[in-house]
T-cell receptor, first 110, second 115 residues
Framework: DAKTTQPTSMDCAEGRAANLPCNHSTISGNEYVYWYRQIHSQGPQYIIHGLKNNETNEMASLIITEDRKSSTLILPHATLRDTAVYYC???????????FGQGTELSVKP | DAGITQSPRHKVTETGTPVTLRCHQTENHRYMYWYRQDPGHGLRLIHY???????DKGEVSDGYSVSRSKTEDFLLTLESATSSQTSVYFCAISESGNLGNTEAFFGQGTRLTVV
């Protein structure tokens, strides 16, 4: 599975968009990009995933560059409850090994 | 929320004793995982299962064994607990191994302390 690089921490003002970057320069053609988040000591929560095209759901948007070497998770209107650690994962097969990195600790501030 | 139950939620045990953690699901998902989470290490995969009686090692499998005799239950056993196995353990499930089209659901975790 390809490795990912994320900033260790980020701050975002409440109500503003939070843009979380992820580099995955060694991603292969069959690997998907997944985003999860973990809110203080709870189990991780799935947010969104994509292969090539940009994706949007009720929680977030995922923008994947054309070369697929990086992506950005966008929380359009961050709230205090979005404060969490966000993990970017690339995985060939969701049923196989899902390997987490260190993630980005997002702090949403009033 | 996906039906995943981890038991016990908290446990304190002594060094050298055997410990079994249970993960129970009501979703009939094929894949099940055990992770541990420690400060500074994030989530690390211990073992996973891709079907009844089918398991494989993850990143940090030494000192752990698993069993899956039924679809709904995935057991993690520490044969002889050590203080280095003090951690929070998470179970996860996912529906299938199709190429990247399903997400994993996580349990609430088991906090294990080995003294």
């Amino acid at each position: 599975d390809a490795k990912t690089t994320q900033p260790t921490s980020m701050d975002c003002a409440e109500g503003r968009a939070a843009n979380l970057p992820c580099n995955h320069s060694t991603i292969s053609g069959n690997e998907y990009v997944y985003w999860y988040r973990q809110i203080h000591s709870q189990g991780p929560q799935y947010i969104i995933h994509g292969l090539k095209n940009n994706e949007t759901n009720e929680m977030a948007s995922l923008i994947i560059t054309e070369d697929r070497k990086s992506s950005t998770l966008i929380l359009p209107h961050a709230t205090l409850r979005d404060t969490a650690v966000y993990y970017c994962i690339v995985s060939y097969n969701q049923g196989g090994k899902l390997i987490f990195g260190q993630g980005t600790e997002l702090s949403v501030k009033p | 929320d996906a039906g995943i139950t981890q038991s016990p939620r908290h446990k304190v045990t002594e060094t050298g004793t055997p410990v079994t953690l249970r993960c129970h699901q009501t979703e009939n998902h094929r894949y099940m995982y055990w992770y541990r989470q420690d400060p500074g290490h994030g989530l690390r995969l211990i073992h996973y299962s891709y079907g009844v009686k089918d398991t494989d090692k993850g990143e940090v499998s030494d000192g752990y064994s698993v069993s899956r005799s039924k679809t709904e239950d995935f057991l993690l056993t520490l044969e002889s607990a050590t203080s280095s196995q003090t951690s929070v353990y998470f179970c996860a499930i996912s529906e299938s191994g199709n190429l990247g089209n399903t997400e994993a659901f996580f349990g609430q975790g088991t906090r294990l302390t080995v003294v």
